[in-house]
């Protein structure tokens, strides 16, 4: 898991360009953890679920 923390970078850029902001991000494996985090309501940004890419097909 990656914490947002204080980034003044986090917000909008100067050229008024949407920035998006990603709060924490978790393993799929960890689906529960940021579930229960999300349900917390304190997130600040996106909560990002990551997948492992797949193997090369046999």
Do not use: Q, W
């Amino acid at each position: 898991m990656h914490d947002l923390g204080d980034s003044p970078d986090a917000v909008c850029e100067e050229s008024g360009r949407f920035r998006a902001v990603i709060d924490r991000s978790y393993d799929l494996s960890d689906i529960v953890e940021a579930h229960r985090y999300v349900d917390t309501g304190r997130k600040r940004g996106n909560v990002v679920l990551r997948v492992a890419a797949a193997g090369p097909a046999a």
